[in-house]
Structure formats: C-alpha cells, structure tokens
C-alpha cells in the first residue's frame, strides 16, 4: 500500500467505511457496502452493480467465511477509477441464500482493483487479519469507527 498503509489504517483514513443496522437485502448490501468507495472517487456505481451482476450469475463467492463477505468483480472490471477497498458492518446478517448461516455476512470489504499487483498486495493483508481469529472476532463486534481504529492501532493492520 502507498506509504506503507495497512488495510484498516487505509480504510479509515480515506473515510471508506460504513456502520448499518440492516439492509434489506443482499443486493441492497453490496450497493450499501460500495458507498464509502464511491464517495471515494474509488469505484462509479456501475461496479457495484457488476458485482451483483456476478453474484447472481455464479453464486455468492464474496462469502469468505461465515459473516465475512468481499464484494469483488473481475480484475479491471468496468466502474474501478483505481486500486481500493471499504469496510461496511451491519448489526444484522445479510442472508446470500436465505436460512443458511453459512452464506451469511456482517462484514464486507469491498475490494476494487485495475492493477494487479497492488490487488494482490491488498488481498494479501486482507487476508492476514481474516485468518487472525482474535482480530476477526474484535471486528465482528465493532459498532463503530472508533472501536474500527482501536483495533487497527492495537494491531497495526
């Protein structure tokens, strides 16, 4: 990342998070969870619905592990300004395929990308705080942007 970023120092410096009760569903989710890149001058809208476009042709993929999403289409997909990625919680589950908690999610980050190398990089430390349980359970709990940045200063990512 540019400066040495972590992803959550990243996320919260540019103000690409959100915190939402609920959504009404999926697809409403994963326009929700593209908010704080749009706003970002990250994404245009047209890459949340290529998104959705994706999920419903092959399934919710986003779904990483239980209540943990990453909305993502194609590397260079239409809609992506340049490389970046958000954070959205929701207090509530957001159901992929209704009743199975499995395809479930409170967590996205949405992940954009136009140049391969800073994607990987951004999945790659994406990645080391997913497989971090304690980190994954503290953000699983966050209620809001402070709690977000104490875990972040607390471990560094």
């Known amino acids: 990342m540019k400066g040495g970023k972590t992803v959550l120092k990243e996320i919260i410096d540019n103000k690409r998070y959100s915190f939402r009760q609920n959504c009404n569903n999926w697809k409403e989710a994963v326009r929700f969870s593209c908010i704080p ?10 890459y949340a619905e290529k998104i959705i476009e994706s999920i419903t042709k092959y399934g919710p993929y986003i779904i990483i592990t239980q209540d943990v999403a990453i909305p993502h289409s194609a590397l ?17 589950p957001v ?6 908690t499995e395809k479930r999610a409170k967590i996205f ?4 990308a136009n140049n391969p190398d800073e994607h990987l990089k951004k999945m790659e430390e994406l990645t080391n ?5 304690e980190i994954l359970e503290k953000i699983k709990n966050v209620k ?9 200063e607390e471990y560094n990512v």
């Open 76 to 92: 260079g997909q239409d809609g992506v300004k340049k490389c970046g990625i958000g954070f959205m919680k929701v207090e509530e």
């Open 95 to 100: 159901y992929f395929i209704e009743g199975n």
């Open 37 to 46: 890149l749009i706003e970002d001058d990250v994404i245009t809208e047209e």
């Open 144 to 152: 809001n942007i402070d709690e977000l940045k104490k875990i972040s």
């Open 109 to 112: 980050f949405t992940l954009a």
């Open 129 to 133: 705080i997913l497989i971090n349980d």
